[in-house]
């Protein structure tokens, strides 16, 4: 379970504050993921980096804010947020875009306040 | 839009059982990839097994089997000889262009 990393692991967060979360892969892959699970809502996919580049956005609002520095890490900056952004936030990568499989890793459990 | 279901929302099972989760999906594609997703409570989101559309034969990785059905659209999981270890949310996901779509998940419980 170390391929992909994730921190911090539970985060409490007021609505005013600004937080990150730091993903990290150990996997050589060149595509990374952010994922958002809500109670009784199937994974929704949020960004999509593949070296390095922003593939995908698929309509976040923009207190959500990706960074991807290089392949082994993304980070998602938190802004302003809202009581209905509380969820578990997952992050993956893989070789490719091309139907590799995803690796996930445990996740970041945020609350907003 | 591609959509995923996943009819069942909780299961329970003795263990040693044999159990099946259903999946169906929606697709206009011809070349797709299908996964299945095992989330244990707590615990990190993993691989079950997964299937290329191309591929006629089902997936089989030890106690997991799959059934796919390309013209049904319906990949469901067979989970044979049930684990107390086994009890976790399982998720059929499906992979078009580009991206991965996730059903809602099934709860499965495997009782000793």
């Given at each position: 379970?170390?391929?992909?990393?994730?921190?911090?692991?539970?985060?409490?967060m007021?609505?005013?504050?600004?937080?990150?979360?730091?993903?990290?892969?150990?996997l050589?892959?060149?595509?990374m993921?952010?994922?958002?699970?809500?109670?009784?809502?199937?994974?929704?996919?949020?960004?999509?980096?593949n070296?390095?580049?922003?593939?995908?956005?698929?309509s976040?609002?923009?207190?959500?804010?990706?960074?991807?520095?290089?392949?082994?890490?993304?980070?998602l900056?938190?802004?302003?947020?809202?009581?209905?952004?509380?969820?578990?936030?997952?992050?993956?990568?893989?070789?490719g875009?091309?139907?590799?499989?995803?690796y996930?890793?445990?996740?970041?459990?945020?609350?907003v306040? | 839009a591609?959509?995923?279901?996943?009819?069942?929302?909780?299961?329970?099972?003795?263990?040693?059982?044999?159990?099946?989760?259903?999946?169906?999906?929606?697709?206009?594609?011809?070349?797709?990839?299908?996964?299945?997703?095992?989330?244990?409570?707590?615990?990190?989101?993993?691989?079950?097994?997964?299937?290329?559309?191309?591929k006629?034969?089902?997936?089989t990785?030890?106690?997991?089997?799959?059934?796919?059905?390309?013209?049904?659209?319906?990949?469901?999981?067979?989970?044979?000889d049930?684990?107390?270890?086994?009890?976790?949310?399982?998720?059929?996901?499906?992979?078009?262009?580009?991206?991965?779509?996730?059903?809602?998940g099934?709860?499965?419980?495997?009782?000793?």
């Open positions: 379970e170390t391929g992909v990393t994730q921190t911090p692991r539970h985060l409490v007021g609505m005013t504050n600004k937080k990150s979360l730091k993903c990290e892969q150990h050589g892959h060149n595509a993921y952010w994922y958002k699970q809500s109670a009784k809502k199937p994974l929704e996919l949020m960004f999509v980096y070296f390095k580049e922003q593939t995908e956005n698929n976040v609002p923009s207190r959500f804010s990706p960074e991807c520095p290089n392949s082994s890490h993304l980070f900056h938190l802004h302003t947020l809202q009581p209905e952004d509380s969820a578990l936030y997952l992050c993956a990568s893989s070789q875009l091309a139907g590799e499989t995803q996930f890793g445990p996740g970041t459990r945020l609350l306040l | 591609q959509t995923v279901t996943q009819s069942q929302p909780e299961m329970s099972v003795q263990e040693a059982e044999t159990v099946t989760l259903s999946c169906t999906y929606d697709t206009s594609e011809n070349n797709y990839y299908l996964f299945w997703y095992k989330q244990p409570p707590s615990r990190q989101m993993i691989l079950v097994i997964r299937q290329e559309a191309y006629q034969q089902n997936a990785e030890n106690r997991f089997s799959v059934n796919f059905q390309k013209a049904a659209k319906s990949f469901s999981l067979k989970i044979s049930s684990q107390l270890g086994d009890t976790a949310m399982y998720f059929c996901a499906f992979m078009g262009r580009p991206k991965l779509v996730f059903g809602q099934t709860r499965l419980t495997i009782n000793p």
